[in-house]
């Protein structure tokens, strides 16, 4: 099974391009990369989704490296409103295999 | 508003109580899962449900029972549980078969407490 490992918290401030990390040196060839953000009393929410090389969409960027082994997501320009817990899922893309790895979560806190 | 609706949103029970968590998903989506979130801890994957047939069972023991009896709605039943067991409960559902290139729509969670 494909572990991720992500920091456990990160501090930063308004106006600022946040990049989190994760780790999955176990990933699988038909595995994707996807990050979820989640806010206090809710459940987790889907940011972005990326297979191999950049991906960006309205809200953020998601870099993964050729050997796949690690993935970054960046916030760019971020808000307080982006305070909250950010996770790494590493899962295969077959429609018969339920192995979902998430991560613990990054903490992020952002200050004004 | 995800769609994703559950309930009660909070549960305090005894170890000898049964009750059981609902889920509904408004959405159309043909996938449902149960993941149980313990602080500090990854979400750990309970569940799956694709087209109401359970397709994913983690090793969870048999005081949680899950039920399917359409693709909208989705029940845990609990009896019998320990305190270790106390934990937010979340209830997510995709679209197509449920897989990890799925993308997850969840609902709020229940704040389950076991005394």
């Known amino acids: 099974l494909a572990k991720t490992t992500q920091p456990i918290s990160m501090d930063s401030y308004e106006g600022q391009e946040v990049n989190i990390t994760c780790s999955h040196n176990?990933?699988?060839?038909?595995?994707?990369i996807t990050w979820y953000q989640q806010f206090p009393s809710q459940g987790p929410r889907f940011i972005i989704q990326g297979y191999k090389t950049k991906v960006t969409n309205e809200v953020a960027s998601l870099f993964i490296p050729a050997d796949r082994k690690s993935s970054t997501l960046s916030l760019p320009r971020v808000s307080l409103s982006d305070t909250a817990v950010y996770y790494c899922?590493?899962?295969?893309?077959?429609?018969?295999?339920?192995?979902?790895?998430w991560g613990a979560g990054t903490k992020l806190i952002i200050k004004p | 508003e995800t769609g994703v609706t559950q309930t009660p949103r909070h549960l305090v029970m005894g170890m000898t109580n049964k009750k059981s968590l609902k889920c509904e998903q408004h959405l159309g989506h043909n996938a449902m899962y149960w993941y149980k979130q313990s602080a500090k801890k990854p979400l750990e994957l309970m569940f799956v449900y694709s087209l109401e047939e359970r397709v994913e069972n983690n090793s969870v023991p048999s005081r949680f029972s899950p039920e399917c009896p359409n693709s909208s709605h989705l029940f845990l039943h609990l009896h019998t549980l320990q305190p270790e067991d106390s934990a937010l409960y979340l209830c997510?559902?995709?679209?197509?078969?449920?897989?990890?290139?799925?993308?997850?729509?969840f609902g709020p969670g229940t704040r389950l407490t076991v005394l």
């Open positions: 176990n990933i699988a060839t038909n595995d994707y």
């Open positions: 899922l590493v899962g295969d893309g077959g429609d018969s295999n339920y192995q979902l790895i």
């Open positions: 997510a559902s995709s679209l197509l078969k449920g897989a990890g290139r799925d993308t997850q729509y």
